[in-house]
Each structure stands twice: as structure tokens, then as C-alpha cells.
């Protein structure tokens, strides 16, 4: 079967054209080696699931690896302790049986007793016994256990799920305080990260502190791609399709677009392999060349997909956001990086800007076109002034988006 560049679901190698994260898993191996609980939250399509997926197998040879989706359970599930304790033993008791082979006799007796629970449906089953139970497997386990839950963010509504975190919290405690077996290390996954769904449920300031996820390890690992990724991927392309690019030139053309957003480099590559190639004008050359990629940047900034989707619906949103890219994008001077400024801390959180050395940047020129678009179309800037010097200037710089014919003369007579 011939690979394709994937921008949906979960990448797999054998499938689709990918950038090596070896680096990457490998970093979260350590993490995982010392035990660590950590959340990894980044941006909407950043490759967490396919980080999370990889990473699986990785571990099975050390680790009885328990892998959860929140969004397998609906809103329903999360209601009270009670409900959402017997949905969570039942997704548990189905993956662990699923995902493992290396079930003792000990572990399989322990797992019945807590199937037993769930199948009665106890009143009073809550978050307490579920975490009895899980001691219990821990202990009985012939490996150390690693609980991975994704898309966290599915539960971020739903106080239920800050009280999940907080008897993983005391358990964690236990482990070094009274030796208590409780998971080996657990890794939470999605968008948002604890503070900001904690301040979502409970936006009173004496909440903001005092997290209940306060003993997660910082996750540091970078998960964009460098330019050397990027090419690589590419060098993996051109042996298969010998379309004569040069992979180092086209990695650094991506690069300096998207800054390595990983779903923004496979979407590109996906366009300029599906789309562009069948355009008239390269039907007798490479569309893997300068002019192949502008085509298909101006062919993913017209379309509507499903991150551009979940980022302009973050500005309806959060009206404080929408205020900070504004003027970010259109008073001209530098925006210093305050991480207690609640306004920064969700717009860098969902990928929208990052913190160059102290300033504040639009996290990439994708982003940032995508955004100047989407504002200077709407009613309110097109009323200002700036909209319309803006408009009536251009024609004397650009010939088109990417196109600057103006000399340095020209500019300057019409900036002084």
C-alpha cells in the first residue's frame, strides 16, 4: 500500500509518510522511568494521540500499559463520584483486559472482585472504592501500571474529574510516604491544562491555587518539528516518489511557515502531493518547488478544516483573547510575555502565540495570515482607518501574497 501524508487520526508508519519522534518518546520514557505524573497539553492537531499511541508500544515490554480516551465516555458519565466511578472501572476493567496479555491469575481474581462491584452497581460505590480497587491491582500487578488518559479536555466541565485528580494526588503522595501501590506513572493528555480547567469550573481567585494535579512533573518536551525533522520525512518521500525536490529546501520553506505546527507541516505536504500536483501548470514539472508550496499555503488558508475551525471558535469564546491578537496584530509595538496574565496563558495554550524571549509572537506566519485575514475582512476594522490606508497602499508594495515589487525608496516615502 502507497503512504500518504495524514492529517487525520492517528499517524501510523506503516500507513502514512511521518517525522521520526524517536526523540521525542524517548524523552517521555525517562519521565516515565522516574515515575512522573505529567500532563501533556498542547494545542488542537499537535500529535498528541499518535505521541500517545507510539509510546504504548514502546512500553509494553516494562509496563502494564492502561490506555484510556475521555472521549469514549459522554457528558452523562461525568454527572456525580457514583456514575462516573462505575463507568471508569468498566472502561478500565475492558481495556485492561484488551490491551494486556500478561494477566496473572492474581491480577485476574482481583480484577473479578472489582467487576463484581460494577456489575452490582452499588450505591455507594464512588471515587473512594474505585481507588481501593485500583491499590489493589497495582499490588497484584505482575508489572509496574501506567495509566494514560487522552483528550482530558472531555471532562473539563465536570467537578467530578477535578476529584479524580485529586485521589490520584493522594495516592501519588502515599506511594512515597507509606509505600501504598498506586499507578507507576500517569500521563494526562489534551489542550487545556489543569490550571486553566480548574479556573474554567471555579473562576473565584481563592480556587486558582491549591491545584489538585499540583505533583505533576513540568512537561518540557518539545513536540514541534525542527527543519531536520521535516526533512527528513521528505527524504523519506522523494525515495519513494523521485520527484526531484531538494527535501533540505522544501523542509526550510515549511519550517519558516509553520514553524514546525505539526499539523500544518502534513497538511501542506498533503496538498502539495494530492492537490497541486494535479493542477494544469505542473502536470510537467515538480510541484515540490517554491512555487508548488505557495499554491498550496493559498489553498490551506482558503479552506475551512478542523483546526482553523476550533481556533476561530476559541475567539468567540474568549473575548479576552480576540482583544489580545488584535492588538497584537495591529498597533505595531511589542507586547512583553506576562504568564500571570490569564489572557496570555490561554492564547499560548491553544497555540496561538508563543513567548519569543520575553515577547509576545503570533506562533506562526499560517497563524498570522490566517488571523489578518479573518480581521481585516471583518466590519468593525474595515470602518477604521488603518483598514483603509491599508488597502489603498498595498497595490504600490505587493503584486501578489507573496510578492513585494516596491523598492526600498518607494516604501520609505510612503512610511515618512
Not at 472501572?89 to 492474581?106: G, P, S, V
Not at 505557495?294 to 476561530?312: K, Q
Request: hydrophobic share 40%; aromatic share 10%.
Amino acid at each position: 500500500m502507497q503512504k500518504i501524508f495524514n492529517v487525520t487520526g492517528v499517524c501510523v508508519p506503516t500507513k502514512h509518510y511521518m517525522v521520526d519522534i524517536s526523540r521525542q518518546l524517548s524523552q517521555i520514557q525517562e519521565l516515565v522511568k522516574q515515575g512522573a505524573y505529567f500532563t501533556i497539553n498542547r494545542a488542537r492537531q499537535y500529535g498528541k494521540t499518535t505521541t500517545l499511541h507510539a509510546l504504548t508500544k514502546l512500553l509494553l515490554d516494562d509496563y502494564l500499559v492502561i490506555s484510556l480516551d475521555f472521549q469514549a465516555l459522554d457528558t452523562a458519565k461525568f454527572a456525580d463520584g457514583h456514575i462516573f466511578s462505575i463507568s471508569f472501572a468498566q472502561y478500565f476493567l475492558h481495556r485492561i483486559l484488551r490491551q494486556n496479555t500478561e494477566i496473572t491469575e492474581e491480577l485476574h481474581d482481583t480484577l473479578s472482585l472489582l467487576n463484581t462491584e460494577v456489575s452490582e452497581d452499588r450505591k455507594d460505590f464512588s471515587l473512594f472504592e474505585l481507588f481501593q480497587h485500583m491499590v489493589r491491582i497495582c499490588q497484584m500487578s505482575p508489572k509496574p501500571i501506567v495509566l494514560m488518559i487522552d483528550e482530558v479536555d472531555s471532562a473539563a466541565d465536570n467537578q467530578v474529574f477535578l476529584d479524580f485528580l485529586a485521589q490520584l494526588r493522594n495516592y501519588y503522595l502515599e506511594r512515597d510516604t507509606l509505600g501504598t501501590p498506586t499507578f507507576h506513572s500517569v500521563i494526562l493528555a489534551g489542550v487545556c491544562d489543569i490550571k486553566n480547567m480548574k479556573r474554567k469550573l471555579r473562576p473565584d481567585e481563592a480556587h486558582k491555587t491549591n491545584s489538585p494535579w499540583n505533583i505533576a512533573t513540568r512537561f518540557k518536551v518539545e513536540m514541534s518539528f525542527s527543519k531536520n525533522d521535516i526533512a527528513g520525512m521528505l527524504r523519506a518521500y522523494e525515495a519513494d516518489q523521485h520527484t526531484g525536490m531538494n527535501p533540505d529546501d522544501m523542509a526550510g520553506l515549511i519550517f519558516d511557515y509553520t514553524s514546525g505546527y505539526p499539523y500544518l507541516v502534513s497538511a501542506l505536504c498533503k496538498l502539495i502531493d494530492e492537490d497541486v500536483s494535479q493542477l494544469e501548470r505542473f502536470r510537467t514539472k515538480s510541484p515540490w518547488t517554491k512555487d508548488g508550496f505557495f499554491e498550496a499555503e493559498r489553498i490551506l488558508l482558503s479552506e475551512n478544516n478542523t483546526l482553523f475551525d476550533s481556533l476561530i471558535g476559541k475567539l468567540n469564546d474568549y473575548p479576552e483573547l480576540n482583544t489580545l491578537l488584535e492588538n497584537l496584530l495591529f498597533t505595531g509595538s511589542a507586547i512583553s510575555y506576562n504568564g500571570d496574565e490569564p489572557a496570555f496563558d490561554i492564547a499560548s495554550m491553544f497555540g496561538f502565540i508563543r513567548n519569543n524571549q520575553g515577547t509576545v509572537e503570533i506562533s506562526n506566519r499560517i497563524f498570522e495570515t490566517r488571523l489578518y485575514n479573518l480581521y481585516l475582512s471583518g466590519a468593525k476594522l474595515q470602518r477604521m482607518d488603518i483598514y483603509t490606508a491599508s488597502q489603498k497602499d498595498k497595490s504600490q508594495f505587493v503584486a501578489d501574497e507573496h510578492q513585494i515589487v516596491a523598492d526600498n525608496k518607494t516604501i520609505l516615502e510612503a512610511v515618512v
